[in-house]
């Protein structure tokens, strides 16, 4: 029995509920399209005053259609939507599109129709895409649900909008570009079928050779990067959202709270979950189409062969700026250049055939250079001029690219010589790109993906050690004691101490003579913080005195920062090694769940921004990779004869944090600042713990 | 009289050298564009087989032709451009386009046969452009000297480029897209007119309203420099250059060297220059489209008026990402706007108007919006659909910009839908943009173009105080010693002191006698710095002690050092205050001179790439621009609770130091390795200051 879901794609016969013979009507375009794009199965218009559209019967209503029947396309208005799906269940069918607009989006009337939708899917066991989308489209089934006027050519890229604008648009473009896609999904409200299941309708589609995901909110954040992490492997995922930089960032006062925000979080998933993300809609396009269309890199050096040298320069310092480079050529592959190109052509790369060669030479010398063992890919650019026929250049570049089995892309720079050779590309394989910048883009999206596929894999390991129970008898306590917000930073390091953090010996004094005996139990020296209602950067305030080495000197710091005060009391700390210091930290992200920070800590951390994320919990591979891509990280290997920390003891402690936040979602935000990590194989000391509650812990 | 160059666009006859009858020569096209594309003087086909070329009758040669004519176009092969441009000479012509290939680009030939050009140019009081260039058009004028089929329409960009074929390729794209220029000059090799004549001569042009340059390599960098920045505020310049990341970039020992190179110099030029850099000619195109037809925005606030939620999201975050703020419009026109669009319009901003709003709704709803106080500029957003006609939809946004001195683009999300609205946009002065990304990029260059406008003053001003001959009789003494290469350090404090930057008393020592005799004149504590050749980094060898209390240890410390070795020494020296550590050093671009290094300083440097870089000299402001720029300047200003540094002590330094490399061309590099940064008041350290030389002091 297939998958539920993937009657969407396939269904035995189609109900449009709601459809016209008006053909200014959009439920007629929904009639015609299935009808006139190809679909092979039955076609029912639904709509209680019977007759006909375009020679179709019209039934009153969805009970009276023969069978077989697994797919409804609703398009009735908002409020008629729950009965006309009602009846699709009584009728027993698998699956629902439904267009009408006017549900969650339109106010709170609209989200109350629209959470019944969803109750009644599952009462008769349908799934439901919508509402407020514009259907789906398959150009090899094929089939086509929607009201847009054209389907584009069939090709290989697929794609899953939360915007039936954007699968528009997208459309108007591939039409005018000759670009082919294999599946279009517009998912709209996704009160049932989820951008995850988007991912997974794509990825069972063998045509799909990549995913290209639109994106406004992301619904089940976990969800998601679970799905996208199990499939990214066989098949690339890129995507673009929108909202990275809005208000999704919540404001805390602390300093993870302020780095952070949705933006970080969404990026952190996207790395964990195996997601190339873009920017922008064309950025989206001019990737997918590479990865859709070419095989992958087996490295990083490119050949540009070109009829200019200004556009190769400019794709050059791209390239470099992305991360590729370009190949050097052999002599023996020069000496064969030179007896395909024109005399005077340049034969390094890029290799210059100046400006006007033959449209044949654009094939020999490509593939003389993709038969180079130094090179992994190549670009074709082409500027149009008089004397070389551009669409020739462009079956050349066809031809060279179907022979190889390495990635080719071209860019033409024109505009009004160039539409028929757009086609010719497109059309058979070989993505265009106006601009060279973009189709560097391009490549650097191929060899991305292509190092992606090969990373280890970062499924999060169990972390050995951790006393969940005492962390939640500590939590409990606390909770009890101060209920929402900031724990005393006692019992803080008493729950990272739980998980195997390593807190040096500390207690809270109430006076000085309290101070002098836990001084003398933590041995000298010793650390002084004052604790305060309402004081969260001790040391602005001088409320930390380090490295107190005597009784004398911690009677003097806690009478100073005490004062006469009742409210204030001091933690007596024993003193931590010396040792870099970095700042680690979690918080929480609405969409996404835990989300872990390292980077250097004290005051650098606000002037250099020096900090990684991650989704949390994270394995040892991940949690490495975190450090190491901050300056911090590089520091603690040990920078111009410094002594390396123990940055094992940091990836440990950063598993344990991140353990800990996992099991406990109660933990709003923690920050170790610092975490002092002396020399290697000398641990690391989470010398200040913060923590704050969201939640009574389970 | 007018300016020589002036005749390069208005001249009172052409004369065509090398003009063939045959259609299949550029030569002949030449003359066809002249004739066809508009040329209202006289135009003389010259070829010694005389007859006639598309009904103008051709001269043996030049000196046959009557006046009046000024511009010569010389196509004939290169061997033959010499005496052609010598009959040029004699004739009397005041200009000559060199289009003839084959010169520096072909070898070394080529090379000296383009050296002769610019002798006969002087000889006879010419100018030349060229050679190797498709030669220049003037849309307004007309006058169209190439062998490019099309001419676009007039416009207001203009535009100079190195490259031919980028010019080439740039016209076939503003055809397509009914994109007008101004006035199009292609340089060639710039034997003579060089990119800053090319500036000269678009700022000169009344109908030029922003100035666009492809360039490879600048050939007269501090020119360039002058002139743009004599300029930039009354025309925006907008720049790419190919070969940013290239071979440009010196390998130098040094960290200074090492993270420096021709991108950095190119920047740091841009920035003086009062130059828009850009990275692509797909951005220039964007940006300067804008400029060349909208008024400039008097702040940063952004209305979008849209049909679709997601490209306009997309457009917020880029819009975010490059410092633009959505404008929060004021309740009187929100209600305005409810009046005006459909009646479940989104009214907040961006202004939805969902699937199918009337197309004049665009010019109702942006008129009102771009009406109120809080509203600084507009991008409308349109996605195609069946409802709205696209055409009508740009018509209305083209009407609103006519009427409103606010600037406004236009992005339609499309492509088979959009060709005839593309033009109805761009030929009536508001610029299309495809994609959401890119109209906030030129909404942000029209606004990082009015900031520009209105920033201070950033011309170099003199120093006070600098005894440049002591510091010259210093460097002759240290070349006559070392010659080439890094002088001892002692030597290069003292240079440094005679332009007035603070050096602590120091002296070198051969032996413990020696060390323990100068630091009683240092005063202790002192620091000792081991002297050895091939040394270069100290502190990785040992080779640093610092706070040497008394005798004693100055005595362990050189001993320790020097050992038995008689090649080393040990320089004895005063201790620097504590302070913050800072890094100040300058290197020589080869194409834009003396360029200065500010950032943070010990090890931080190699990991943070905390740097920022300006030609040198450099006036106040632009020092403190600079050291604010990193976040060492950050640092030094007092971060949560520190003192702050002496920032005018820093300021003072490095003007003092950019003098010293601007004044003597003879130092190719400089280091101060720690600049040690007092509190405020109290000054700011050179303690170790390294210096190479590379040819004789004059």
Redesign the interface.
């Known amino acids: 029995m297939p998958d539920q879901l993937s009657y969407f794609f396939n269904p035995r016969g189609v109900a449009v509920i709601g459809a016209s013979s008006n053909p200014a009507k959009?439920s007629y375009?929904v009639v015609k399209n299935l009808k006139s794009h190809g679909y092979q199965g039955a076609i029912y218009p639904i709509n209680p005053k019977g007759g006909d559209i375009l020679g179709l019967k019209v039934y009153p209503t969805i009970a009276d259609v023969p069978d077989p029947i697994d797919l409804a396309v609703i398009m009735v208005r908002a409020q008629l939507v729950p009965d006309a799906l009602r009846e699709c269940g009584k009728r027993g069918l698998k699956v629902a599109i439904v267009v009408t607009?006017?549900f969650r989006e339109?106010g709170e009337e609209g989200a109350s129709l629209e959470s019944s939708l969803k109750g009644i899917a599952e009462t008769y066991g349908m799934r439901i895409i919508g509402p407020n989308c514009v259907g789906v489209m398959d150009t090899h089934a094929p089939l086509d649900t929607t009201?847009i006027?054209?389907m584009p050519k069939p090709g290989h890229m697929g794609f899953a909008?939360?915007?039936g604008?954007?699968v528009?648009?997208a459309i108007?473009?591939?039409?005018?570009?000759g670009v082919g896609y294999s599946r279009i999904l517009s998912l709209g409200n996704q009160v049932d079928v989820s951008i995850s299941d988007g991912v997974n309708m794509l990825n069972d589609d063998p045509h799909t050779h990549v995913i290209s995901l639109?994106a406004?909110g992301i619904p089940n954040g976990p969800r998601f990067v679970e799905t996208a992490a199990a499939i990214y492997r066989d098949k690339p995922i890129v995507m673009?959202k929108?909202?990275?930089?809005?208000a999704g960032a919540r404001a805390v006062a602390s300093h993870t709270g302020a780095l952070a925000g949705a933006g970080r979080a969404y990026e952190a998933a996207c790395h964990r979950a195996g997601v190339l993300m873009v920017?922008?809609?064309?950025?989206q396009n001019d990737v997918a189409m590479a990865l859709a269309t070419q095989p992958l890199p087996q490295g990083r050096r490119v050949v540009l062969v070109t009829?200019?040298?200004?556009?190769a320069?400019?794709a050059?310092?791209?390239l470099?700026?992305l991360g590729l480079t370009l190949a050097d050529l052999s002599p023996e592959t020069i000496a064969r250049l030179g007896a395909v190109t024109p005399h005077?052509a340049q034969l390094s790369n890029p290799v210059d055939m100046l400006?006007g060669p033959q449209a044949e030479m654009y094939y020999d010398a490509l593939k003389v250079a993709l038969e180079d063992k130094g090179v992994d890919m190549a670009m074709a650019l082409f500027?149009?001029?008089?004397i070389t026929p551009v669409n020739d250049v462009a079956r050349n570049v066809v031809k060279v690219a179907q022979e190889t089995g390495k990635p080719v892309v071209c860019c033409l720079?024109?505009?009004?010589?160039?539409p028929e050779a757009i086609h010719i590309l497109n059309e058979n394989g070989v993505p265009f790109y106006?601009?060279?910048?973009?189709a560097a883009r391009a490549l650097a999206g191929l060899w991305q993906y292509a190092e992606l596929q090969r990373r280890s894999d970062l499924t999060p390991t169990p972390v050995p050690g951790v006393d969940r129970e005492r962390a939640r008898r500590i939590l409990r306590a606390a909770w009890k004691t101060r209920g929402e917000g900031f724990i005393d930073a006692e019992i803080a390091a008493q729950v990272a101490a739980a998980y195997g953090a390593r807190v040096p010996f500390s207690g809270i004094a109430a006076n000085v003579e309290e101070a002098v005996l836990l001084a003398q139990q933590a041995g000298y020296p010793v650390v002084a913080k004052l604790i305060a209602p309402g004081v969260v950067?001790k040391?602005?305030?001088g409320g930390i005195a380090l490295n107190l080495q005597d009784a004398e000197a911690v009677r003097a710091a806690t009478e100073r920062m005490i004062g006469g005060d009742a409210d204030r009391s001091v933690m007596i700390q024993q003193m931590a090694p010396q040792g870099q210091e970095v700042i680690l930290g979690a918080q929480r992200d609405p969409q996404f769940g835990p989300l872990l920070m390292f980077g250097m800590g004290g005051?650098?951390v606000?002037?250099?921004k020096?900090v990684a994320f991650r989704l949390a919990p994270l394995c040892e591979t991940d949690a490495r990779d975190m450090i190491l891509e901050t300056?911090a990280g590089?520091?603690l290997q040990g920078?111009?004869?410094?002594v390396p920390g123990d940055m094992e003891a940091v990836i440990d402690t950063l598993r344990r944090i991140g353990q800990l936040v996992a099991d406990f979602p109660c933990i709003r935000e923690l920050d170790i600042n610092p975490l002092i990590v002396g020399p290697a194989g000398h641990g690391a000391w989470a010398v200040d713990v913060r923590m704050a509650l969201s939640e009574q812990p389970e």
């Open positions: 959009l375009g607009g006017g339109a009201f006027t054209q909008s939360h915007s604008a954007i528009g648009g108007d473009w591939a039409i005018e570009m639109y406004e673009v929108a909202g990275r930089t809005a920017n922008s809609l064309q950025e009829n200019a040298g200004g556009p320069a400019l050059s310092d791209q470099d700026e005077d400006g500027v149009p001029q008089a720079v024109g505009g009004m010589s160039i106006q601009d060279p910048n973009r950067h040391a602005d305030v005051i650098y606000e002037v250099f020096d300056a590089k520091l920078v111009r004869g410094q």
